[in-house]
């Protein structure tokens, strides 16, 4: 480290230690609990076989922190179009010659000890990637969403359990209002001095709402199956067209790993089959199928900048805060995350978590349906390469926000947000439903 400590570098490579570590002991937990024949397999073509992933969190390490923050040589880069993500879909990667479990251990293992130095010797400033040590936080962030995909593997996989968690904290049941009233108004939304926030968070800036009522608790199980069974999934009128072609073509008639026995509905969950709990959030849908419901029960999926305003502006000071719950990072009172309990709590856990209005579990939990496409924010610059957002940017996506029980804190914000196709039902992501103010 060539002269004196930039203030606070200290702290920040603290931090990044820790990000960095936590993520190599999911990733390790994630792939180690299965044997190697489970690692090369593909157990859906919607996801890589874990061992891809394994050796695409090394890669991508090796790429930003060993080349392009240390100035090292390159490790083994005939690899690197193996594990480019944009160079080979996820439905081909089995047929690649990737490398075999012990291989792709190794490799991680050994990127890790030597980024390690790197990081001994950042002094957290100057160029904009080591600004805050974002480089080291965005790497995080990207194994960490690694783990939450290849923990939906685990999810699609057949087979006993290999994944044990207690269940979440049983909060006292008390009485909610259904819904919550969100002032009209402006509101900062986004970031601009978060630092590890990613580039599709940024800038800052004012957006303006109208008032609108939203749900107190992420739309429930049990509020899913009253849909279900008044014909949800055969009557076509609450069905945007492309919707109503996936129900058809695939014949839906509930959420993913739902199916029905003796008169009730059963869920599979990390290879444990038990009654769909109704008093938790619902799983496993789709956008068409959080868009129908809400139809159904004649509202409407809040916009982004709804949520986002529902989960972060306090009426009180006029600002917007990191978390619903204030700037403090999440502690286990405040949210479900980080893949502790393999399941959502209970609708109206998480007091501690509760916004300044009072809408509970807008962070962890499962993610959340909006009726916005991803689109760039006013300023918008790409950072530091433009696949991780930009090429995503259109109408073909639709934003997800608040995280869910498989997402690390790390990863999660009031300001980060996820996209997917609205098609995507693998993936943990429930809702909530909003609905306009009436007329004067």
């Known amino acids: 480290m060539s002269g004196p400590d930039a203030p606070g570098a200290k702290a920040l490579r603290t931090r990044a230690l820790e990000a960095l570590t936590a993520a190599r002991a999911r990733t390790a937990l994630l792939t180690e609990c299965v044997d190697d024949g489970e690692l090369t397999a593909q157990h859906s073509p919607l996801m890589s076989p874990l061992v891809w992933d394994l050796a695409h969190i090394g890669n991508q390490e090796e790429q930003w922190l060993w080349r392009a923050v240390g100035g090292r040589e390159a490790l083994r880069p005939e690899i690197d179009p193996l594990y480019d993500a944009f160079e080979h879909p996820r439905s081909e990667r089995p ?39 974002f480089a080291f936080g965005m790497v995080a962030q990207h194994e960490q969403q690694h783990d939450e995909t290849m923990l939906i593997t685990h999810q699609l996989r057949k087979g006993p359990a290999v994944l044990h968690a207690p269940p979440p904290p049983a909060h006292p049941s008390v009485p909610l209002p259904a819904e919550v009233l969100v002032p009209g108004g402006p509101f900062t939304m986004g970031t601009s001095d978060e630092p590890w926030a990613l580039d599709n968070e940024r800038p800052a800036h004012t957006r303006s709402v109208a008032a609108f009522h939203i749900d107190t608790v992420p739309v429930t199980n049990g509020a899913y199956l009253a849909f279900m069974a008044d014909g949800g999934y055969t009557d076509r009128r609450w069905w945007r067209p492309e919707g109503w072609e996936q129900v058809r073509a695939h014949a839906l008639v509930a959420p993913l790993f739902w199916r029905q026995e003796g008169g009730r509905w059963l869920r599979r969950r990390f290879g444990v089959t038990e009654p769909v709990p109704e008093d938790e959030p ?48 999440p502690g286990p009172d405040h949210a479900n995350l980080g893949q502790r309990h393999l399941r959502p709590a209970r609708a109206g856990g998480y007091p501690a978590g509760a916004s300044p209005l009072g809408v509970r579990q807008l962070i962890g939990d499962v993610w959340e349906w909006t009726a916005s496409d991803f689109l760039p924010y006013p300023g918008f610059r790409a ?58």
């Open 95 to 133: 047929s690649l010659p990737l490398l075999p479990p012990d291989e792709a251990r190794a490799y991680a293992a050994g990127v890790r000890d030597r980024v390690l130095d790197v990081l001994a010797g950042s002094r957290m400033e100057g160029r904009p990637l080591l600004a805050d040590g």
């Open 383 to 440: 950072f530091p390469y433009k696949e991780y957002s930009e090429v995503f940017f259109g109408a073909a996506h639709k934003v997800l926000r608040g995280g869910s029980f498989a997402v690390d804190a790390v990863a999660c914000r009031g300001t980060f947000r996820n996209w997917d196709h609205p098609v995507r039902r693998q993936i943990f992501s429930g809702f909530r439903t909003a609905r306009s103010t009436e007329p004067g």
């Open 282 to 329: 619902v799983l496993h849908v789709s956008w068409y199928e959080a868009d129908a419901y809400a139809r159904w029960a004649g509202r409407r999926l809040p916009t982004e900048a709804e949520w986002e305003k529902a989960a972060r502006y306090d009426p009180v000071t006029g600002r917007s805060r990191r978390y619903p719950w204030g700037d403090a990072d």
